[in-house]
């Protein structure tokens, strides 16, 4: 949805000031030349509160179940590819750095991955193990989840729907008992992860997350094969959990094809610097 249309929209709440404030672009355009001014209603510590609520008790159930993996080999190896990722976030943006990044690894047979915002990343075992997912492959999934975190889209996404009146109130219920915030986490996080994205919050994502891979020395053709491989994985077969929210088919891979001119010479680059 365009930023005019989504301004035109907004309730007659919203003073033209706060409007006006509301508009900004999160990130810089990096070599990919993303630079879309987003509609930006809702704080950006409001929603990083929220996500955590929601991520703490996402990883709690998980905890209780006894699936949620903090360490170890697989665990190890995510973690490693997360710090190649994040360490080049700040291309796009400067407090990046300062965010409280976290890691978990969920062993359940679940094709998702997720980064809510302020960097909470969560992959299922499920993605990796039916997908045999190899390095490359991983940080392209990773460096796309990275991406939305990035580029606020959770945010923007809520931004819109409570300007529309789609949610209610959620920052008051914040204020009230836990359990009360938990439910306004886990209704935001709807937002926030679960519905679906737009196509060019998804194509924004795919372009940052290529950058990221190919700069942390991924090979950024591994998106490519990912996503044939999710077609494959799903012929069939039904639709995924995370195709639920992500797009795909061969018109996914052709615009993903387009971008590698972009992103190779940074890949190329980073094998350079390794060498020196």
Known sequence: MQLLVVCSKLVVSLSLTSLLLACANTTRSGAVGINRSQFLAVSASEVDRLSAISYNDQNQKA?????LITSGPAYDRLKAISNRLIAQT?????????????????????????????????????????LNLNDDEIAAIMGHEIAHALREHGRERLSQAMAQSAVANIAMAVAGPYGSAVSAANQAAQYVLVLPNSRQNESEADAIGLELAARAGYNPRAAISVWQKMNRATDGKGTFEFLSTHPSGDTRIEQLTELMPAVEPLYQASHKAKVK
């Open 63 to 67: 905890k209780e179940k006894n699936i």
């Open 90 to 130: 700040a291309i796009f943006r400067d407090d990046t750095q300062q965010w409280n990044w976290q890691l978990v690894l969920i062993n359940a047979p679940i094709l998702n991955a997720t980064c809510a915002p302020g960097g909470k990343i969560t992959f299922y075992t499920g993605l990796i193990e039916q």
